[in-house]
């Protein structure tokens, strides 16, 4: 059966909350109003989504923001700040960019499934954050935007999680006009899953949280694993290559678990193997 741990209170870890309830693992940014990705926020993430690769108790990762933004981007006086160094700050440009690719790569790349919960606005690499995860779910005052165009920034590296989600004009339109589209928009445009009314959003993103988490663990890292990977392959080679995970698939004990439990019309008890 898949593991059930007790309610972890939630601690403060520098500028983001952990918390863990029955297999998922809850990350807040708590660095509002702005929520911003600062070179200390990434940091905090990225040890948080590297710390339970392996760890079995946690299932899905959500994450969420305090307050009314849900992130505003890169911190901008803080990178402005390393202007007055000799290079004009661009060793500390170099290595916050890093840290931002590496993040939203690990995000998917993750073994677990990411949910966004977002409610205010999510804007240039706080979009960027919104696109890498797996799902997205808003509420009707969510927004987003990427406006680096209009402050002579353009939104290079949120434009590549961007544009892998979304079509290339919808993406071009966002890029080039930096105006902001409101939730419908970006449901219509592939950006979100899914509006829900402000009050219910935490407990709907919690329902699909657990819905996920009460599949095998092996099954999903699987499935995910194996989405993205094909997704950046030709037709032939994405069909050969998800032939093999099939077979590797039907090979693992859930599988035969679950097929099983199917045909017998029971509820299957997964191993996770």
């Known amino acids: 059966m898949a593991e059930v741990v007790a309610i972890k209170p939630a601690i403060a870890d520098g500028p983001i909350v952990v918390s863990q309830d029955k297999g998922v693992l809850r990350l807040t940014l708590a660095s509002p109003p702005a929520n911003a990705l600062s070179l200390a926020t990434m940091v905090a993430l990225q040890a948080e989504f590297d710390r339970v690769k392996a760890d079995k ?10 307050g009314k933004v849900f992130c505003a981007g890169h911190d901008l006086k803080e990178m402005t700040a390393h202007r007055a160094e000799a290079d004009r700050g661009k060793a500390f440009f170099e290595k ?10 690990t995000i998917v790349r993750h073994p677990k499934p990411v949910i966004a919960e977002v409610d205010g606005l999510a804007t240039a690499a706080g979009l960027q954050l919104v696109a890498s995860c797996d799902l997205a779910i808003a509420s009707h005052e969510a927004t987003f ?8 920034l353009f939104c290079s590296t949120p434009m590549v999680a961007l544009s892998r989600n979304i079509s290339r004009k919808q993406a071009m339109e966002m890029l080039l006009t930096g105006e902001t589209i409101d939730a419908a928009t970006a449901k219509d445009f592939g950006l979100i899953n899914r509006i829900v009314p402000r009050e219910y959003l935490n407990q709907i993103v919690n329902k699909y949280a657990q819905t996920i988490a009460s599949k095998s663990s092996l099954v999903v890292k699987t499935g995910k694993e194996a989405f993205y ?27 035969e678990e679950g097929i099983g439990a199917f045909i017998g019309k029971r509820k299957p008890e997964w191993t996770d193997e």
């Open 57 to 66: 108790s946690v299932r899905v990762i959500i994450l969420a923001a305090s």
């Open 96 to 105: 916050t960019f890093a840290a931002c690719a590496k993040l939203m790569q």
């Open 145 to 152: 935007c990427t406006p680096g165009v209009n402050i002579g």
């Open 229 to 255: 990977a094909q997704a950046e392959m030709g037709l032939a080679d994405a069909y050969a290559y998800t032939g093999r995970v099939m077979v590797e698939n039907m090979l693992a004990r859930d599988a």
